[in-house]
Structure formats: structure tokens, C-alpha cells
């Protein structure tokens, strides 16, 4: 890509690759903190990558956010697509109908010319409505379709950020906070080591269930660097797509 080597965003690249120990880093410019179409960039690499990567009957996961949102705008018709089916990666993790991962899932899979399920479950459950949930056969059906999945695709936020805007209680926020938790994926808490916090109670793929898996983290914004650098020490993803001011900043990060 010449653009990229006129910018000096190959060597980005290079340096981060080898700083996350990520086998394949897509750096766009830009600061999706500042600029909202920054987003729209991460987007665009985003499903360059996912249609790089599909197989015919593949199962495609998905998890929600703003990032995920704008990954799916930036979706395309895609012929190739057309038996590939998109999945949310988890039960409703207290975001808004749009950020959320049916809704990003149904999205992509509208977009592309693909197929879709979706997974109804409340975001805050019980123990005893959780184990009950995953014996319901309708919900046993889609689970393991999400389980099967070959390809995952998620975003990675601020630990804080995304506990207010959850709207977890008090309690939960001192608990991170004492905990120094710094990044926040799939509904798992981490600390700037990579070590688990906590994780949110809900059903669809675990963390210890990625292996095997290819898995696209898309992520931007100066403030996601510590973020990004945390998650990737518990488990370096196959590809990361980030933004410039996130990838120069991760590069300071001790
Ligand atoms: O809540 C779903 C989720 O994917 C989180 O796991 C992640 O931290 C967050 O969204 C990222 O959201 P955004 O792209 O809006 O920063």
C-alpha cells in the first residue's frame, strides 16, 4: 500500500507488531477520539479484513460498541458472503440497542447479503435464570452456532468508560478501581497486566473458548492505548486494526 509507506504507517505497523507480539497490525490515520470518521477508517480496514478472511458456510462473531457499529456501516454486498452467517459473541452486555451485538450482527449480515441469528437474553441474569437459560433449547441452538464460530471480531474499551457507561453500580466502580482495572473486552476486566478482574455474567463465548479461533480486534483512540496494550497481554488477537494516535501512544507504554 503506497499511501501507507508514504505516511510512515508501515513502520507503525512493524513497531507495534512487535511491541503486542500480534502477528498482524492494520494502522489507519488518524485519532478516532477526536475525528468520528477515524471510526469509519477502522471500519473500512475492518471489513477488508473480515472479507479477506470468510469462508463459504463460515460463522462470523460479533460483539458491540461504537467501533462495531462503524465497522458494520462501512459493510458492502458481498456475493461470497451470502452462506456466511453473523452471530453477537455474547448475551446483552447493558449497551444501547445500536451498540449492541445483535443489532451490529444483524447489521453486518443485512449489509454484506448475509445471514444472521440472534441471541435474546437479558443483560443482567441470575445464576439460576443463567443455568436455566442455557438448557432452553432454542438458546442451546444459537450457542452452539456461537461456539462454532471460526471468526471473532471486537472491540476493546477504557475500564472505567465502559463501567459508567454500563451503568454498574457503585460498588463495582470502586472494586475496578481498587483492582486498577484498565481495559475492558468482551465483558472481562483486566488489569495492565492481562490479568482477569472480573468477568460479567452472561451467555455466548467465554475468553478461554477463543483458541482455534481467528480473532480481529478493532480498536482506536490515543485514550484505548493502555487498553489495547492490557488485553493483548492476556491473549495477543490474530489481527489488530487501531488508529495512528493509539499505535504511536502503545509504543510508550512501559
Ligand atoms: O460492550 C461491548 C464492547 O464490545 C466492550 O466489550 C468494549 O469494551 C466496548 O464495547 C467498546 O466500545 P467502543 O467501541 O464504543 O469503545
Given at each position: 500500500?503506497?499511501?501507507?509507506?508514504?505516511?510512515?504507517?508501515?513502520?507503525?505497523?512493524?513497531?507495534?507488531?512487535?511491541?503486542?507480539?500480534?502477528?498482524?497490525?492494520?494502522?489507519?490515520?488518524?485519532?478516532?477520539?477526536?475525528?468520528?470518521?477515524?471510526?469509519?477508517?477502522?471500519?473500512?480496514?475492518?471489513?477488508?479484513?473480515?472479507?479477506?478472511?470468510?469462508?463459504?458456510?463460515?460463522?462470523i462473531?460479533v460483539?458491540?460498541?461504537?467501533?462495531?457499529?462503524?465497522?458494520a456501516?462501512?459493510m458492502?454486498?458481498?456475493?461470497?458472503m451470502r452462506?456466511v452467517t453473523f452471530v453477537?459473541?455474547?448475551?446483552?452486555?447493558?449497551?444501547?440497542?445500536?451498540?449492541?451485538?445483535?443489532?451490529i450482527s444483524a447489521e453486518l449480515a443485512t449489509r454484506a447479503g448475509a445471514q444472521y441469528r440472534l441471541?435474546?437474553?437479558?443483560?443482567?441474569?441470575?445464576?439460576?435464570?443463567?443455568?436455566?437459560?442455557?438448557?432452553?433449547?432454542?438458546?442451546?441452538?444459537?450457542?452452539?452456532?456461537?461456539?462454532?464460530?471460526?471468526?471473532?471480531?471486537?472491540?476493546?474499551?477504557?475500564?472505567?468508560?465502559?463501567?459508567?457507561?454500563?451503568?454498574?453500580?457503585?460498588?463495582?466502580?470502586?472494586?475496578?478501581?481498587?483492582?486498577?482495572?484498565?481495559?475492558?473486552?468482551?465483558?472481562?476486566?483486566?488489569?495492565?497486566?492481562?490479568?482477569?478482574?472480573?468477568?460479567?455474567?452472561?451467555?455466548?463465548?467465554?475468553?478461554?473458548?477463543?483458541?482455534?479461533?481467528?480473532?480481529?480486534?478493532?480498536?482506536?483512540?490515543?485514550?484505548?492505548?493502555?487498553?489495547?496494550?492490557?488485553?493483548?497481554?492476556?491473549?495477543?488477537?490474530?489481527?489488530?486494526?487501531?488508529?495512528?494516535?493509539?499505535?504511536?501512544?502503545?509504543?510508550?507504554?512501559?
Amino acid at each position: 500500500d503506497v499511501m501507507k509507506e508514504l505516511l510512515g504507517l508501515r513502520n507503525l505497523e512493524e513497531q507495534v507488531e512487535y511491541k503486542l507480539g500480534v502477528k498482524k497490525v492494520l494502522v489507519v490515520a488518524g485519532n478516532s477520539d477526536e475525528d468520528h470518521w477515524v471510526k469509519h477508517e477502522l471500519g473500512r480496514a475492518s471489513v477488508a479484513e473480515l472479507k479477506a478472511k470468510r469462508e463459504p458456510s463460515d460463522v462470523i462473531a460479533v460483539m458491540g460498541g461504537t467501533t462495531l457499529a462503524a465497522v458494520a456501516e462501512m459493510m458492502t454486498p458481498d456475493a461470497g458472503m451470502r452462506d456466511v452467517t453473523f452471530v453477537p459473541a455474547r448475551g446483552g452486555l447493558g449497551e444501547n440497542v445500536e451498540n449492541q451485538a445483535n443489532t451490529i450482527s444483524a447489521e453486518l449480515a443485512t449489509r454484506a447479503g448475509a445471514q444472521y441469528r440472534l441471541l435474546h437474553v437479558p443483560d443482567q441474569l441470575s445464576e439460576e435464570a443463567y443455568s436455566s437459560l442455557v438448557l432452553e433449547p432454542s438458546i442451546g441452538d444459537i450457542l452452539k452456532l456461537i461456539k462454532s464460530a471460526r471468526v471473532v471480531i471486537h472491540g476493546i474499551g477504557e475500564a472505567n468508560t465502559m463501567a459508567s457507561r454500563r451503568g454498574s453500580k457503585s460498588t463495582f466502580i470502586e472494586k475496578i478501581e481498587r483492582e486498577q482495572a484498565v481495559a475492558e473486552a468482551f465483558g472481562y476486566y483486566f488489569n495492565r497486566e492481562g490479568d482477569i478482574i472480573h468477568k460479567q455474567r452472561t451467555i455466548g463465548l467465554q475468553l478461554d473458548e477463543l483458541d482455534n479461533k481467528y480473532v480481529i480486534s478493532v480498536a482506536g483512540g490515543e485514550s484505548k492505548a493502555e487498553a489495547i496494550s492490557a488485553y493483548m497481554k492476556y491473549r495477543p488477537s490474530d489481527v489488530l486494526i487501531t488508529d495512528e494516535s493509539a499505535a504511536r501512544r502503545l509504543l510508550e507504554i512501559e
